[in-house]
């Protein structure tokens, strides 16, 4: 199924962050908006953030440690996974688990010498004594061998195949040669057997330090999530939300969206940032086709949700209350199925969020609804919506091109639109529509409910290029209409 909008938009802004270890990525996948009742774990989210921030700043070596131990780690869940069951595990596995332990506590030495007051994640379990099991020579190589004496039959096994050993290299019959090497072969399975019973034994004496381990590595994955957020935040700018849930109104200053940041800077253009109040209710945001309120649209919902999931938000500026669900209506050609129009699968997407808005409280956002049935009824659906939506409590915003919706009780927003007609000739499609980016103003400003809906649609016709008899034929009808 074709991710939604804000799924889209999710998806690209987690794909920014830089993760050094499979254990940040495997954390990413869970990666989902904190709920209501998890403010505490929100707050403390953003308390670690700001941590790291301070800590990128005021502490390189530390975080060049915390750099260099990330990359070195590799997942070792399946073997800790494989231990807990009590399979076996072989050398290979065991030569990992201790480089992956050198690791932690190579980090949790420096650490404690440079940091007087880390944060929780930062307070590594002490490994010392699945390191002795690991290393009991201390020899302090990430290598790993089964030493002679790991059990008595062992040593006198090894002992005894050297002995042989030396005796073929010196046997002088092929005969002798050969009754050796049987012995010899032997010997190398009682080694094998000896070997293997080690390697049960330090299987279950290892199981009791597991806990602690997997404590580490759920530690070091936190890290690596927190330092790449922090490193967004850098690389695109933006700040810590505040939430409030005794102010039920959304405050928005300098709200802007990365990806069409850069997309616009590739053509040498700016994105024009978006300021919004919205109350609980109904905001409509109105404007001519080409005038941005979609794109206001995506970067209000994506820069909540971000906020929500524990993300440094892309403004100057944001206020929220705690939400539960952050939805997007619109009209998407790639996900019409089973015979649908494209209003019959808005129409959808309307029934499947309105479900749950008498039990949560969240934003929804719709954008242009009903645009793809007849003006007339277009109309009077979405006048409809925005009377229905008014009862409820959650935030409804809403872009529309329709007359005539407005009423008390509802928020209104104009995109500035359209500054001027007069557009030098140009000849490629491209080159206008560039233009008409130039000329178009993006901002929104408050408006009363008696202002109406710009017409633009005209002048965008006009300045695309279409026949000059056309449009003064439609210009002519106009008049007439409104003087008739």
Known sequence: MKASKLQQDLQQIIAKLHLLSPYGKEQLVSLVPYKKEEEKLLQKEFDALDYYQNLLKDHLPVTKALDATLRQLKNIIPIIDSCEKDQTLDLTQLFEIKQQVMVIQNLRS?????????IIELQLANLDQCLVLLDPDQT??????????GTPQLQIARLEKRLVEKAIAKATTSQDREELMTKRQQLVIEEKEEERCFREQLTMKLKPSLPALKANIEKLGLIDIHLAKVRLQLAYGGTRPNFDENDQCIVLKG????????ELAQKGRHFTSVDMRIEQGVTVITGANMGGKTIALRTLLLNLTLAHMGFYVFASFIKTPYMDYFDFVYEDMNQQSGGLSSFGTEVIQLKEVLSQINRKSGIIAIDEFARGTNPTEGQLIVKGLIQYLKKYSGYFVITSHYDHILMEGVRHYQVVGLQQLDMPVKDSMDDILETIGQMMDYRLKEVNIQEEVPKEGIKIAKLLGLDQELIHTIEKIRREESHG
């Open 110 to 118: 420096q650490l404690k010498k440079i940091l007087e007051k880390p």
């Open 140 to 149: 302090g190589l990430p290598t790993f061998y089964i030493p002679n004496d």
């Open 255 to 262: 709200l802007y969206h990365p990806i069409i940041v850069e």
